[in-house]
């Protein structure tokens, strides 16, 4: 982001206006004191500020970086010195040399992670945090890994399922519009010159055509208006990371996307309980993996594991797990194995998610196309029964 600041130059005293881009504040007053600038005034700057995607900090590969030099036998210091080094992104940096200065001032490393909260999730520090208290970090890292692996893998299945779809209503979107805007329009004007009887539908269709036709510019600024409008919901969503919203839209879908969500929740719960984090802990991290609207359920189980209930009757009565799940879970109660069988359980629904995907994509890819193709060739044939009429009658 950017920062409007007004500072005196140590040197010369004299005042000067700067704009600075910098990861946040604590960042840009950091820029200053390198500078040997004395900050008068800092604003946050207005306006949008693009940034590349390979500039962004990236939790899962600073968590791989890491764990692959703690296993080499360099101290955590030493690797994050190591990772300024070769780091070239200016907010990577800012972020690496932050972590640097704090542990050399005494912080231990879950506290300098969580004083930057906009980078670090609650997750990654519970993590650290748990494996401070237990000396494993590596471990700690190798499972978080995993973790972030697993649940990439599923996001990567929806969206290597979503992308042939997407293309097909695309370009059989622009083909219905090229038809219906510009062919349509033409055929109409050749008709209404022949004052010929038409069928129905043709007539339908070419009535269209001349509406169209004489309103050409009124219904392109009305399209570029909801192409817009569709694209910037589209985007909100998937910045809010609820691209769920999108794919209810699909009948038959909202069941298993529930089963996704309570497979991360499972896989999120186990981590953390694998890790050596308490329950009550380990619920309230994993709520950030939950839908805003299913985060209140974390606060029913927490509450029923309170008052002595096992954690499968509490996530049962929350309606936070399957039939399956839960004896997952009352076996590890049984053999004190809860978190592997968390993890039993997410890769089970996984598995079963996995398939399901396979045998959707397979029936909805051709079924989509037909539609298409029904769709377009109607418009071509009605366009055309007119001129089948005509030869039928030159005959």
């Known amino acids: 982001?950017?920062?409007?600041?007004?500072?005196?130059?140590?040197?010369?005293?004299?005042?000067?206006?700067?704009?600075?881009?910098?990861?946040?504040?604590?960042?840009?007053?950091?820029?200053?004191?390198?500078?040997?600038?004395?900050?008068?005034?800092?604003?946050?700057?207005?306006?949008?500020?693009?940034?590349?995607?390979g500039d962004r900090f990236s939790v899962p590969l600073f968590a791989q970086e890491l764990h692959a030099l703690t296993q080499a036998g360099l101290g955590l210091v030493e690797s994050l010195e190591a990772f300024v080094e070769k780091e070239?992104?200016?907010?990577?940096?800012?972020?690496?040399?932050?972590?640097?200065?704090?542990?050399r001032s005494g912080q231990r490393f879950s506290a300098a992670l969580r004083s930057q909260a906009e980078v670090f999730p609650p997750l990654f520090v519970g993590i650290v945090e748990a494996a401070e208290n237990t000396g494993e970090l590596a471990s700690a890292l190798e499972r978080f890994i995993g973790y972030t692996q697993s649940v990439a893998a599923v996001r990567q299945r929806m969206l290597s399922a979503a992308i042939y779809p997407a293309i097909l209503l695309s370009v059989g979107g622009l083909v219905a519009v090229f038809l219906m805007g510009w062919v349509v329009p033409r055929f109409a004007a050749v008709y209404r010159s022949?004052?010929?009887?038409?069928?129905?539908g043709s007539q339908l269709l070419l009535d269209w055509g001349s509406f169209a036709g004489e309103h050409a510019a009124a219904l392109g600024a009305a399209l570029v208006v909801v192409l817009a409008a569709l694209g910037l919901w589209l985007w909100a969503v998937l910045r809010r990371d609820d691209w769920s919203r999108i794919v209810r839209i699909v009948p038959g879908v909202a069941h298993w996307l529930e089963l996704m969500t309570l497979s991360r929740l499972f896989l999120t719960l186990g981590l953390l309980l694998r890790g050596g984090l308490p329950v009550h802990q380990a619920l309230q991290l994993a709520r950030s993996v939950l839908p805003a609207?299913?985060?209140?359920?974390?606060?029913?189980?927490?509450?029923?594991?309170?008052?002595?209930?096992a954690l499968s009757t509490a996530l049962d009565e929350a309606g936070l797990?399957?039939?399956?799940?839960r004896r997952f879970v009352r076996a590890g109660e049984r053999s004190g194995q809860v978190a592997e069988m968390l993890h039993r359980a997410a890769a089970y629904h996984d598995a079963e998610t996995a398939r399901w995907i396979e045998r959707f994509s397979r029936l909805f890819e051709p079924v989509l196309m037909a539609a298409i193709g029904v769709v377009i060739g109607g418009i071509v044939l009605l366009l055309y029964?007119?001129?089948?009429?005509?030869?039928?009658s030159l005959q």
């Open 385 to 392: 029964m007119p001129i089948f009429d005509l030869a039928g």
């Open 321 to 325: 797990a399957t039939a399956i799940s």
């Open 194 to 200: 022949g004052n010929r009887a038409l069928p129905w």
């Open 1 to 53: 982001m950017q920062f409007r600041v007004r500072a005196v130059d140590a040197g010369s005293q004299q005042v000067m206006d700067l704009l600075l881009e910098a990861l946040d504040e604590q960042d840009a007053r950091l820029q200053l004191q390198a500078r040997q600038l004395t900050p008068l005034s800092l604003q946050r700057g207005r306006g949008l500020v693009w940034r590349r995607r």
């Open 293 to 309: 609207a299913r985060a209140p359920a974390i606060e029913r189980v927490a509450a029923r594991i309170a008052e002595g209930q």
């Open 88 to 103: 070239r992104a200016a907010e990577t940096r800012a972020v690496l040399e932050r972590l640097i200065a704090a542990l």
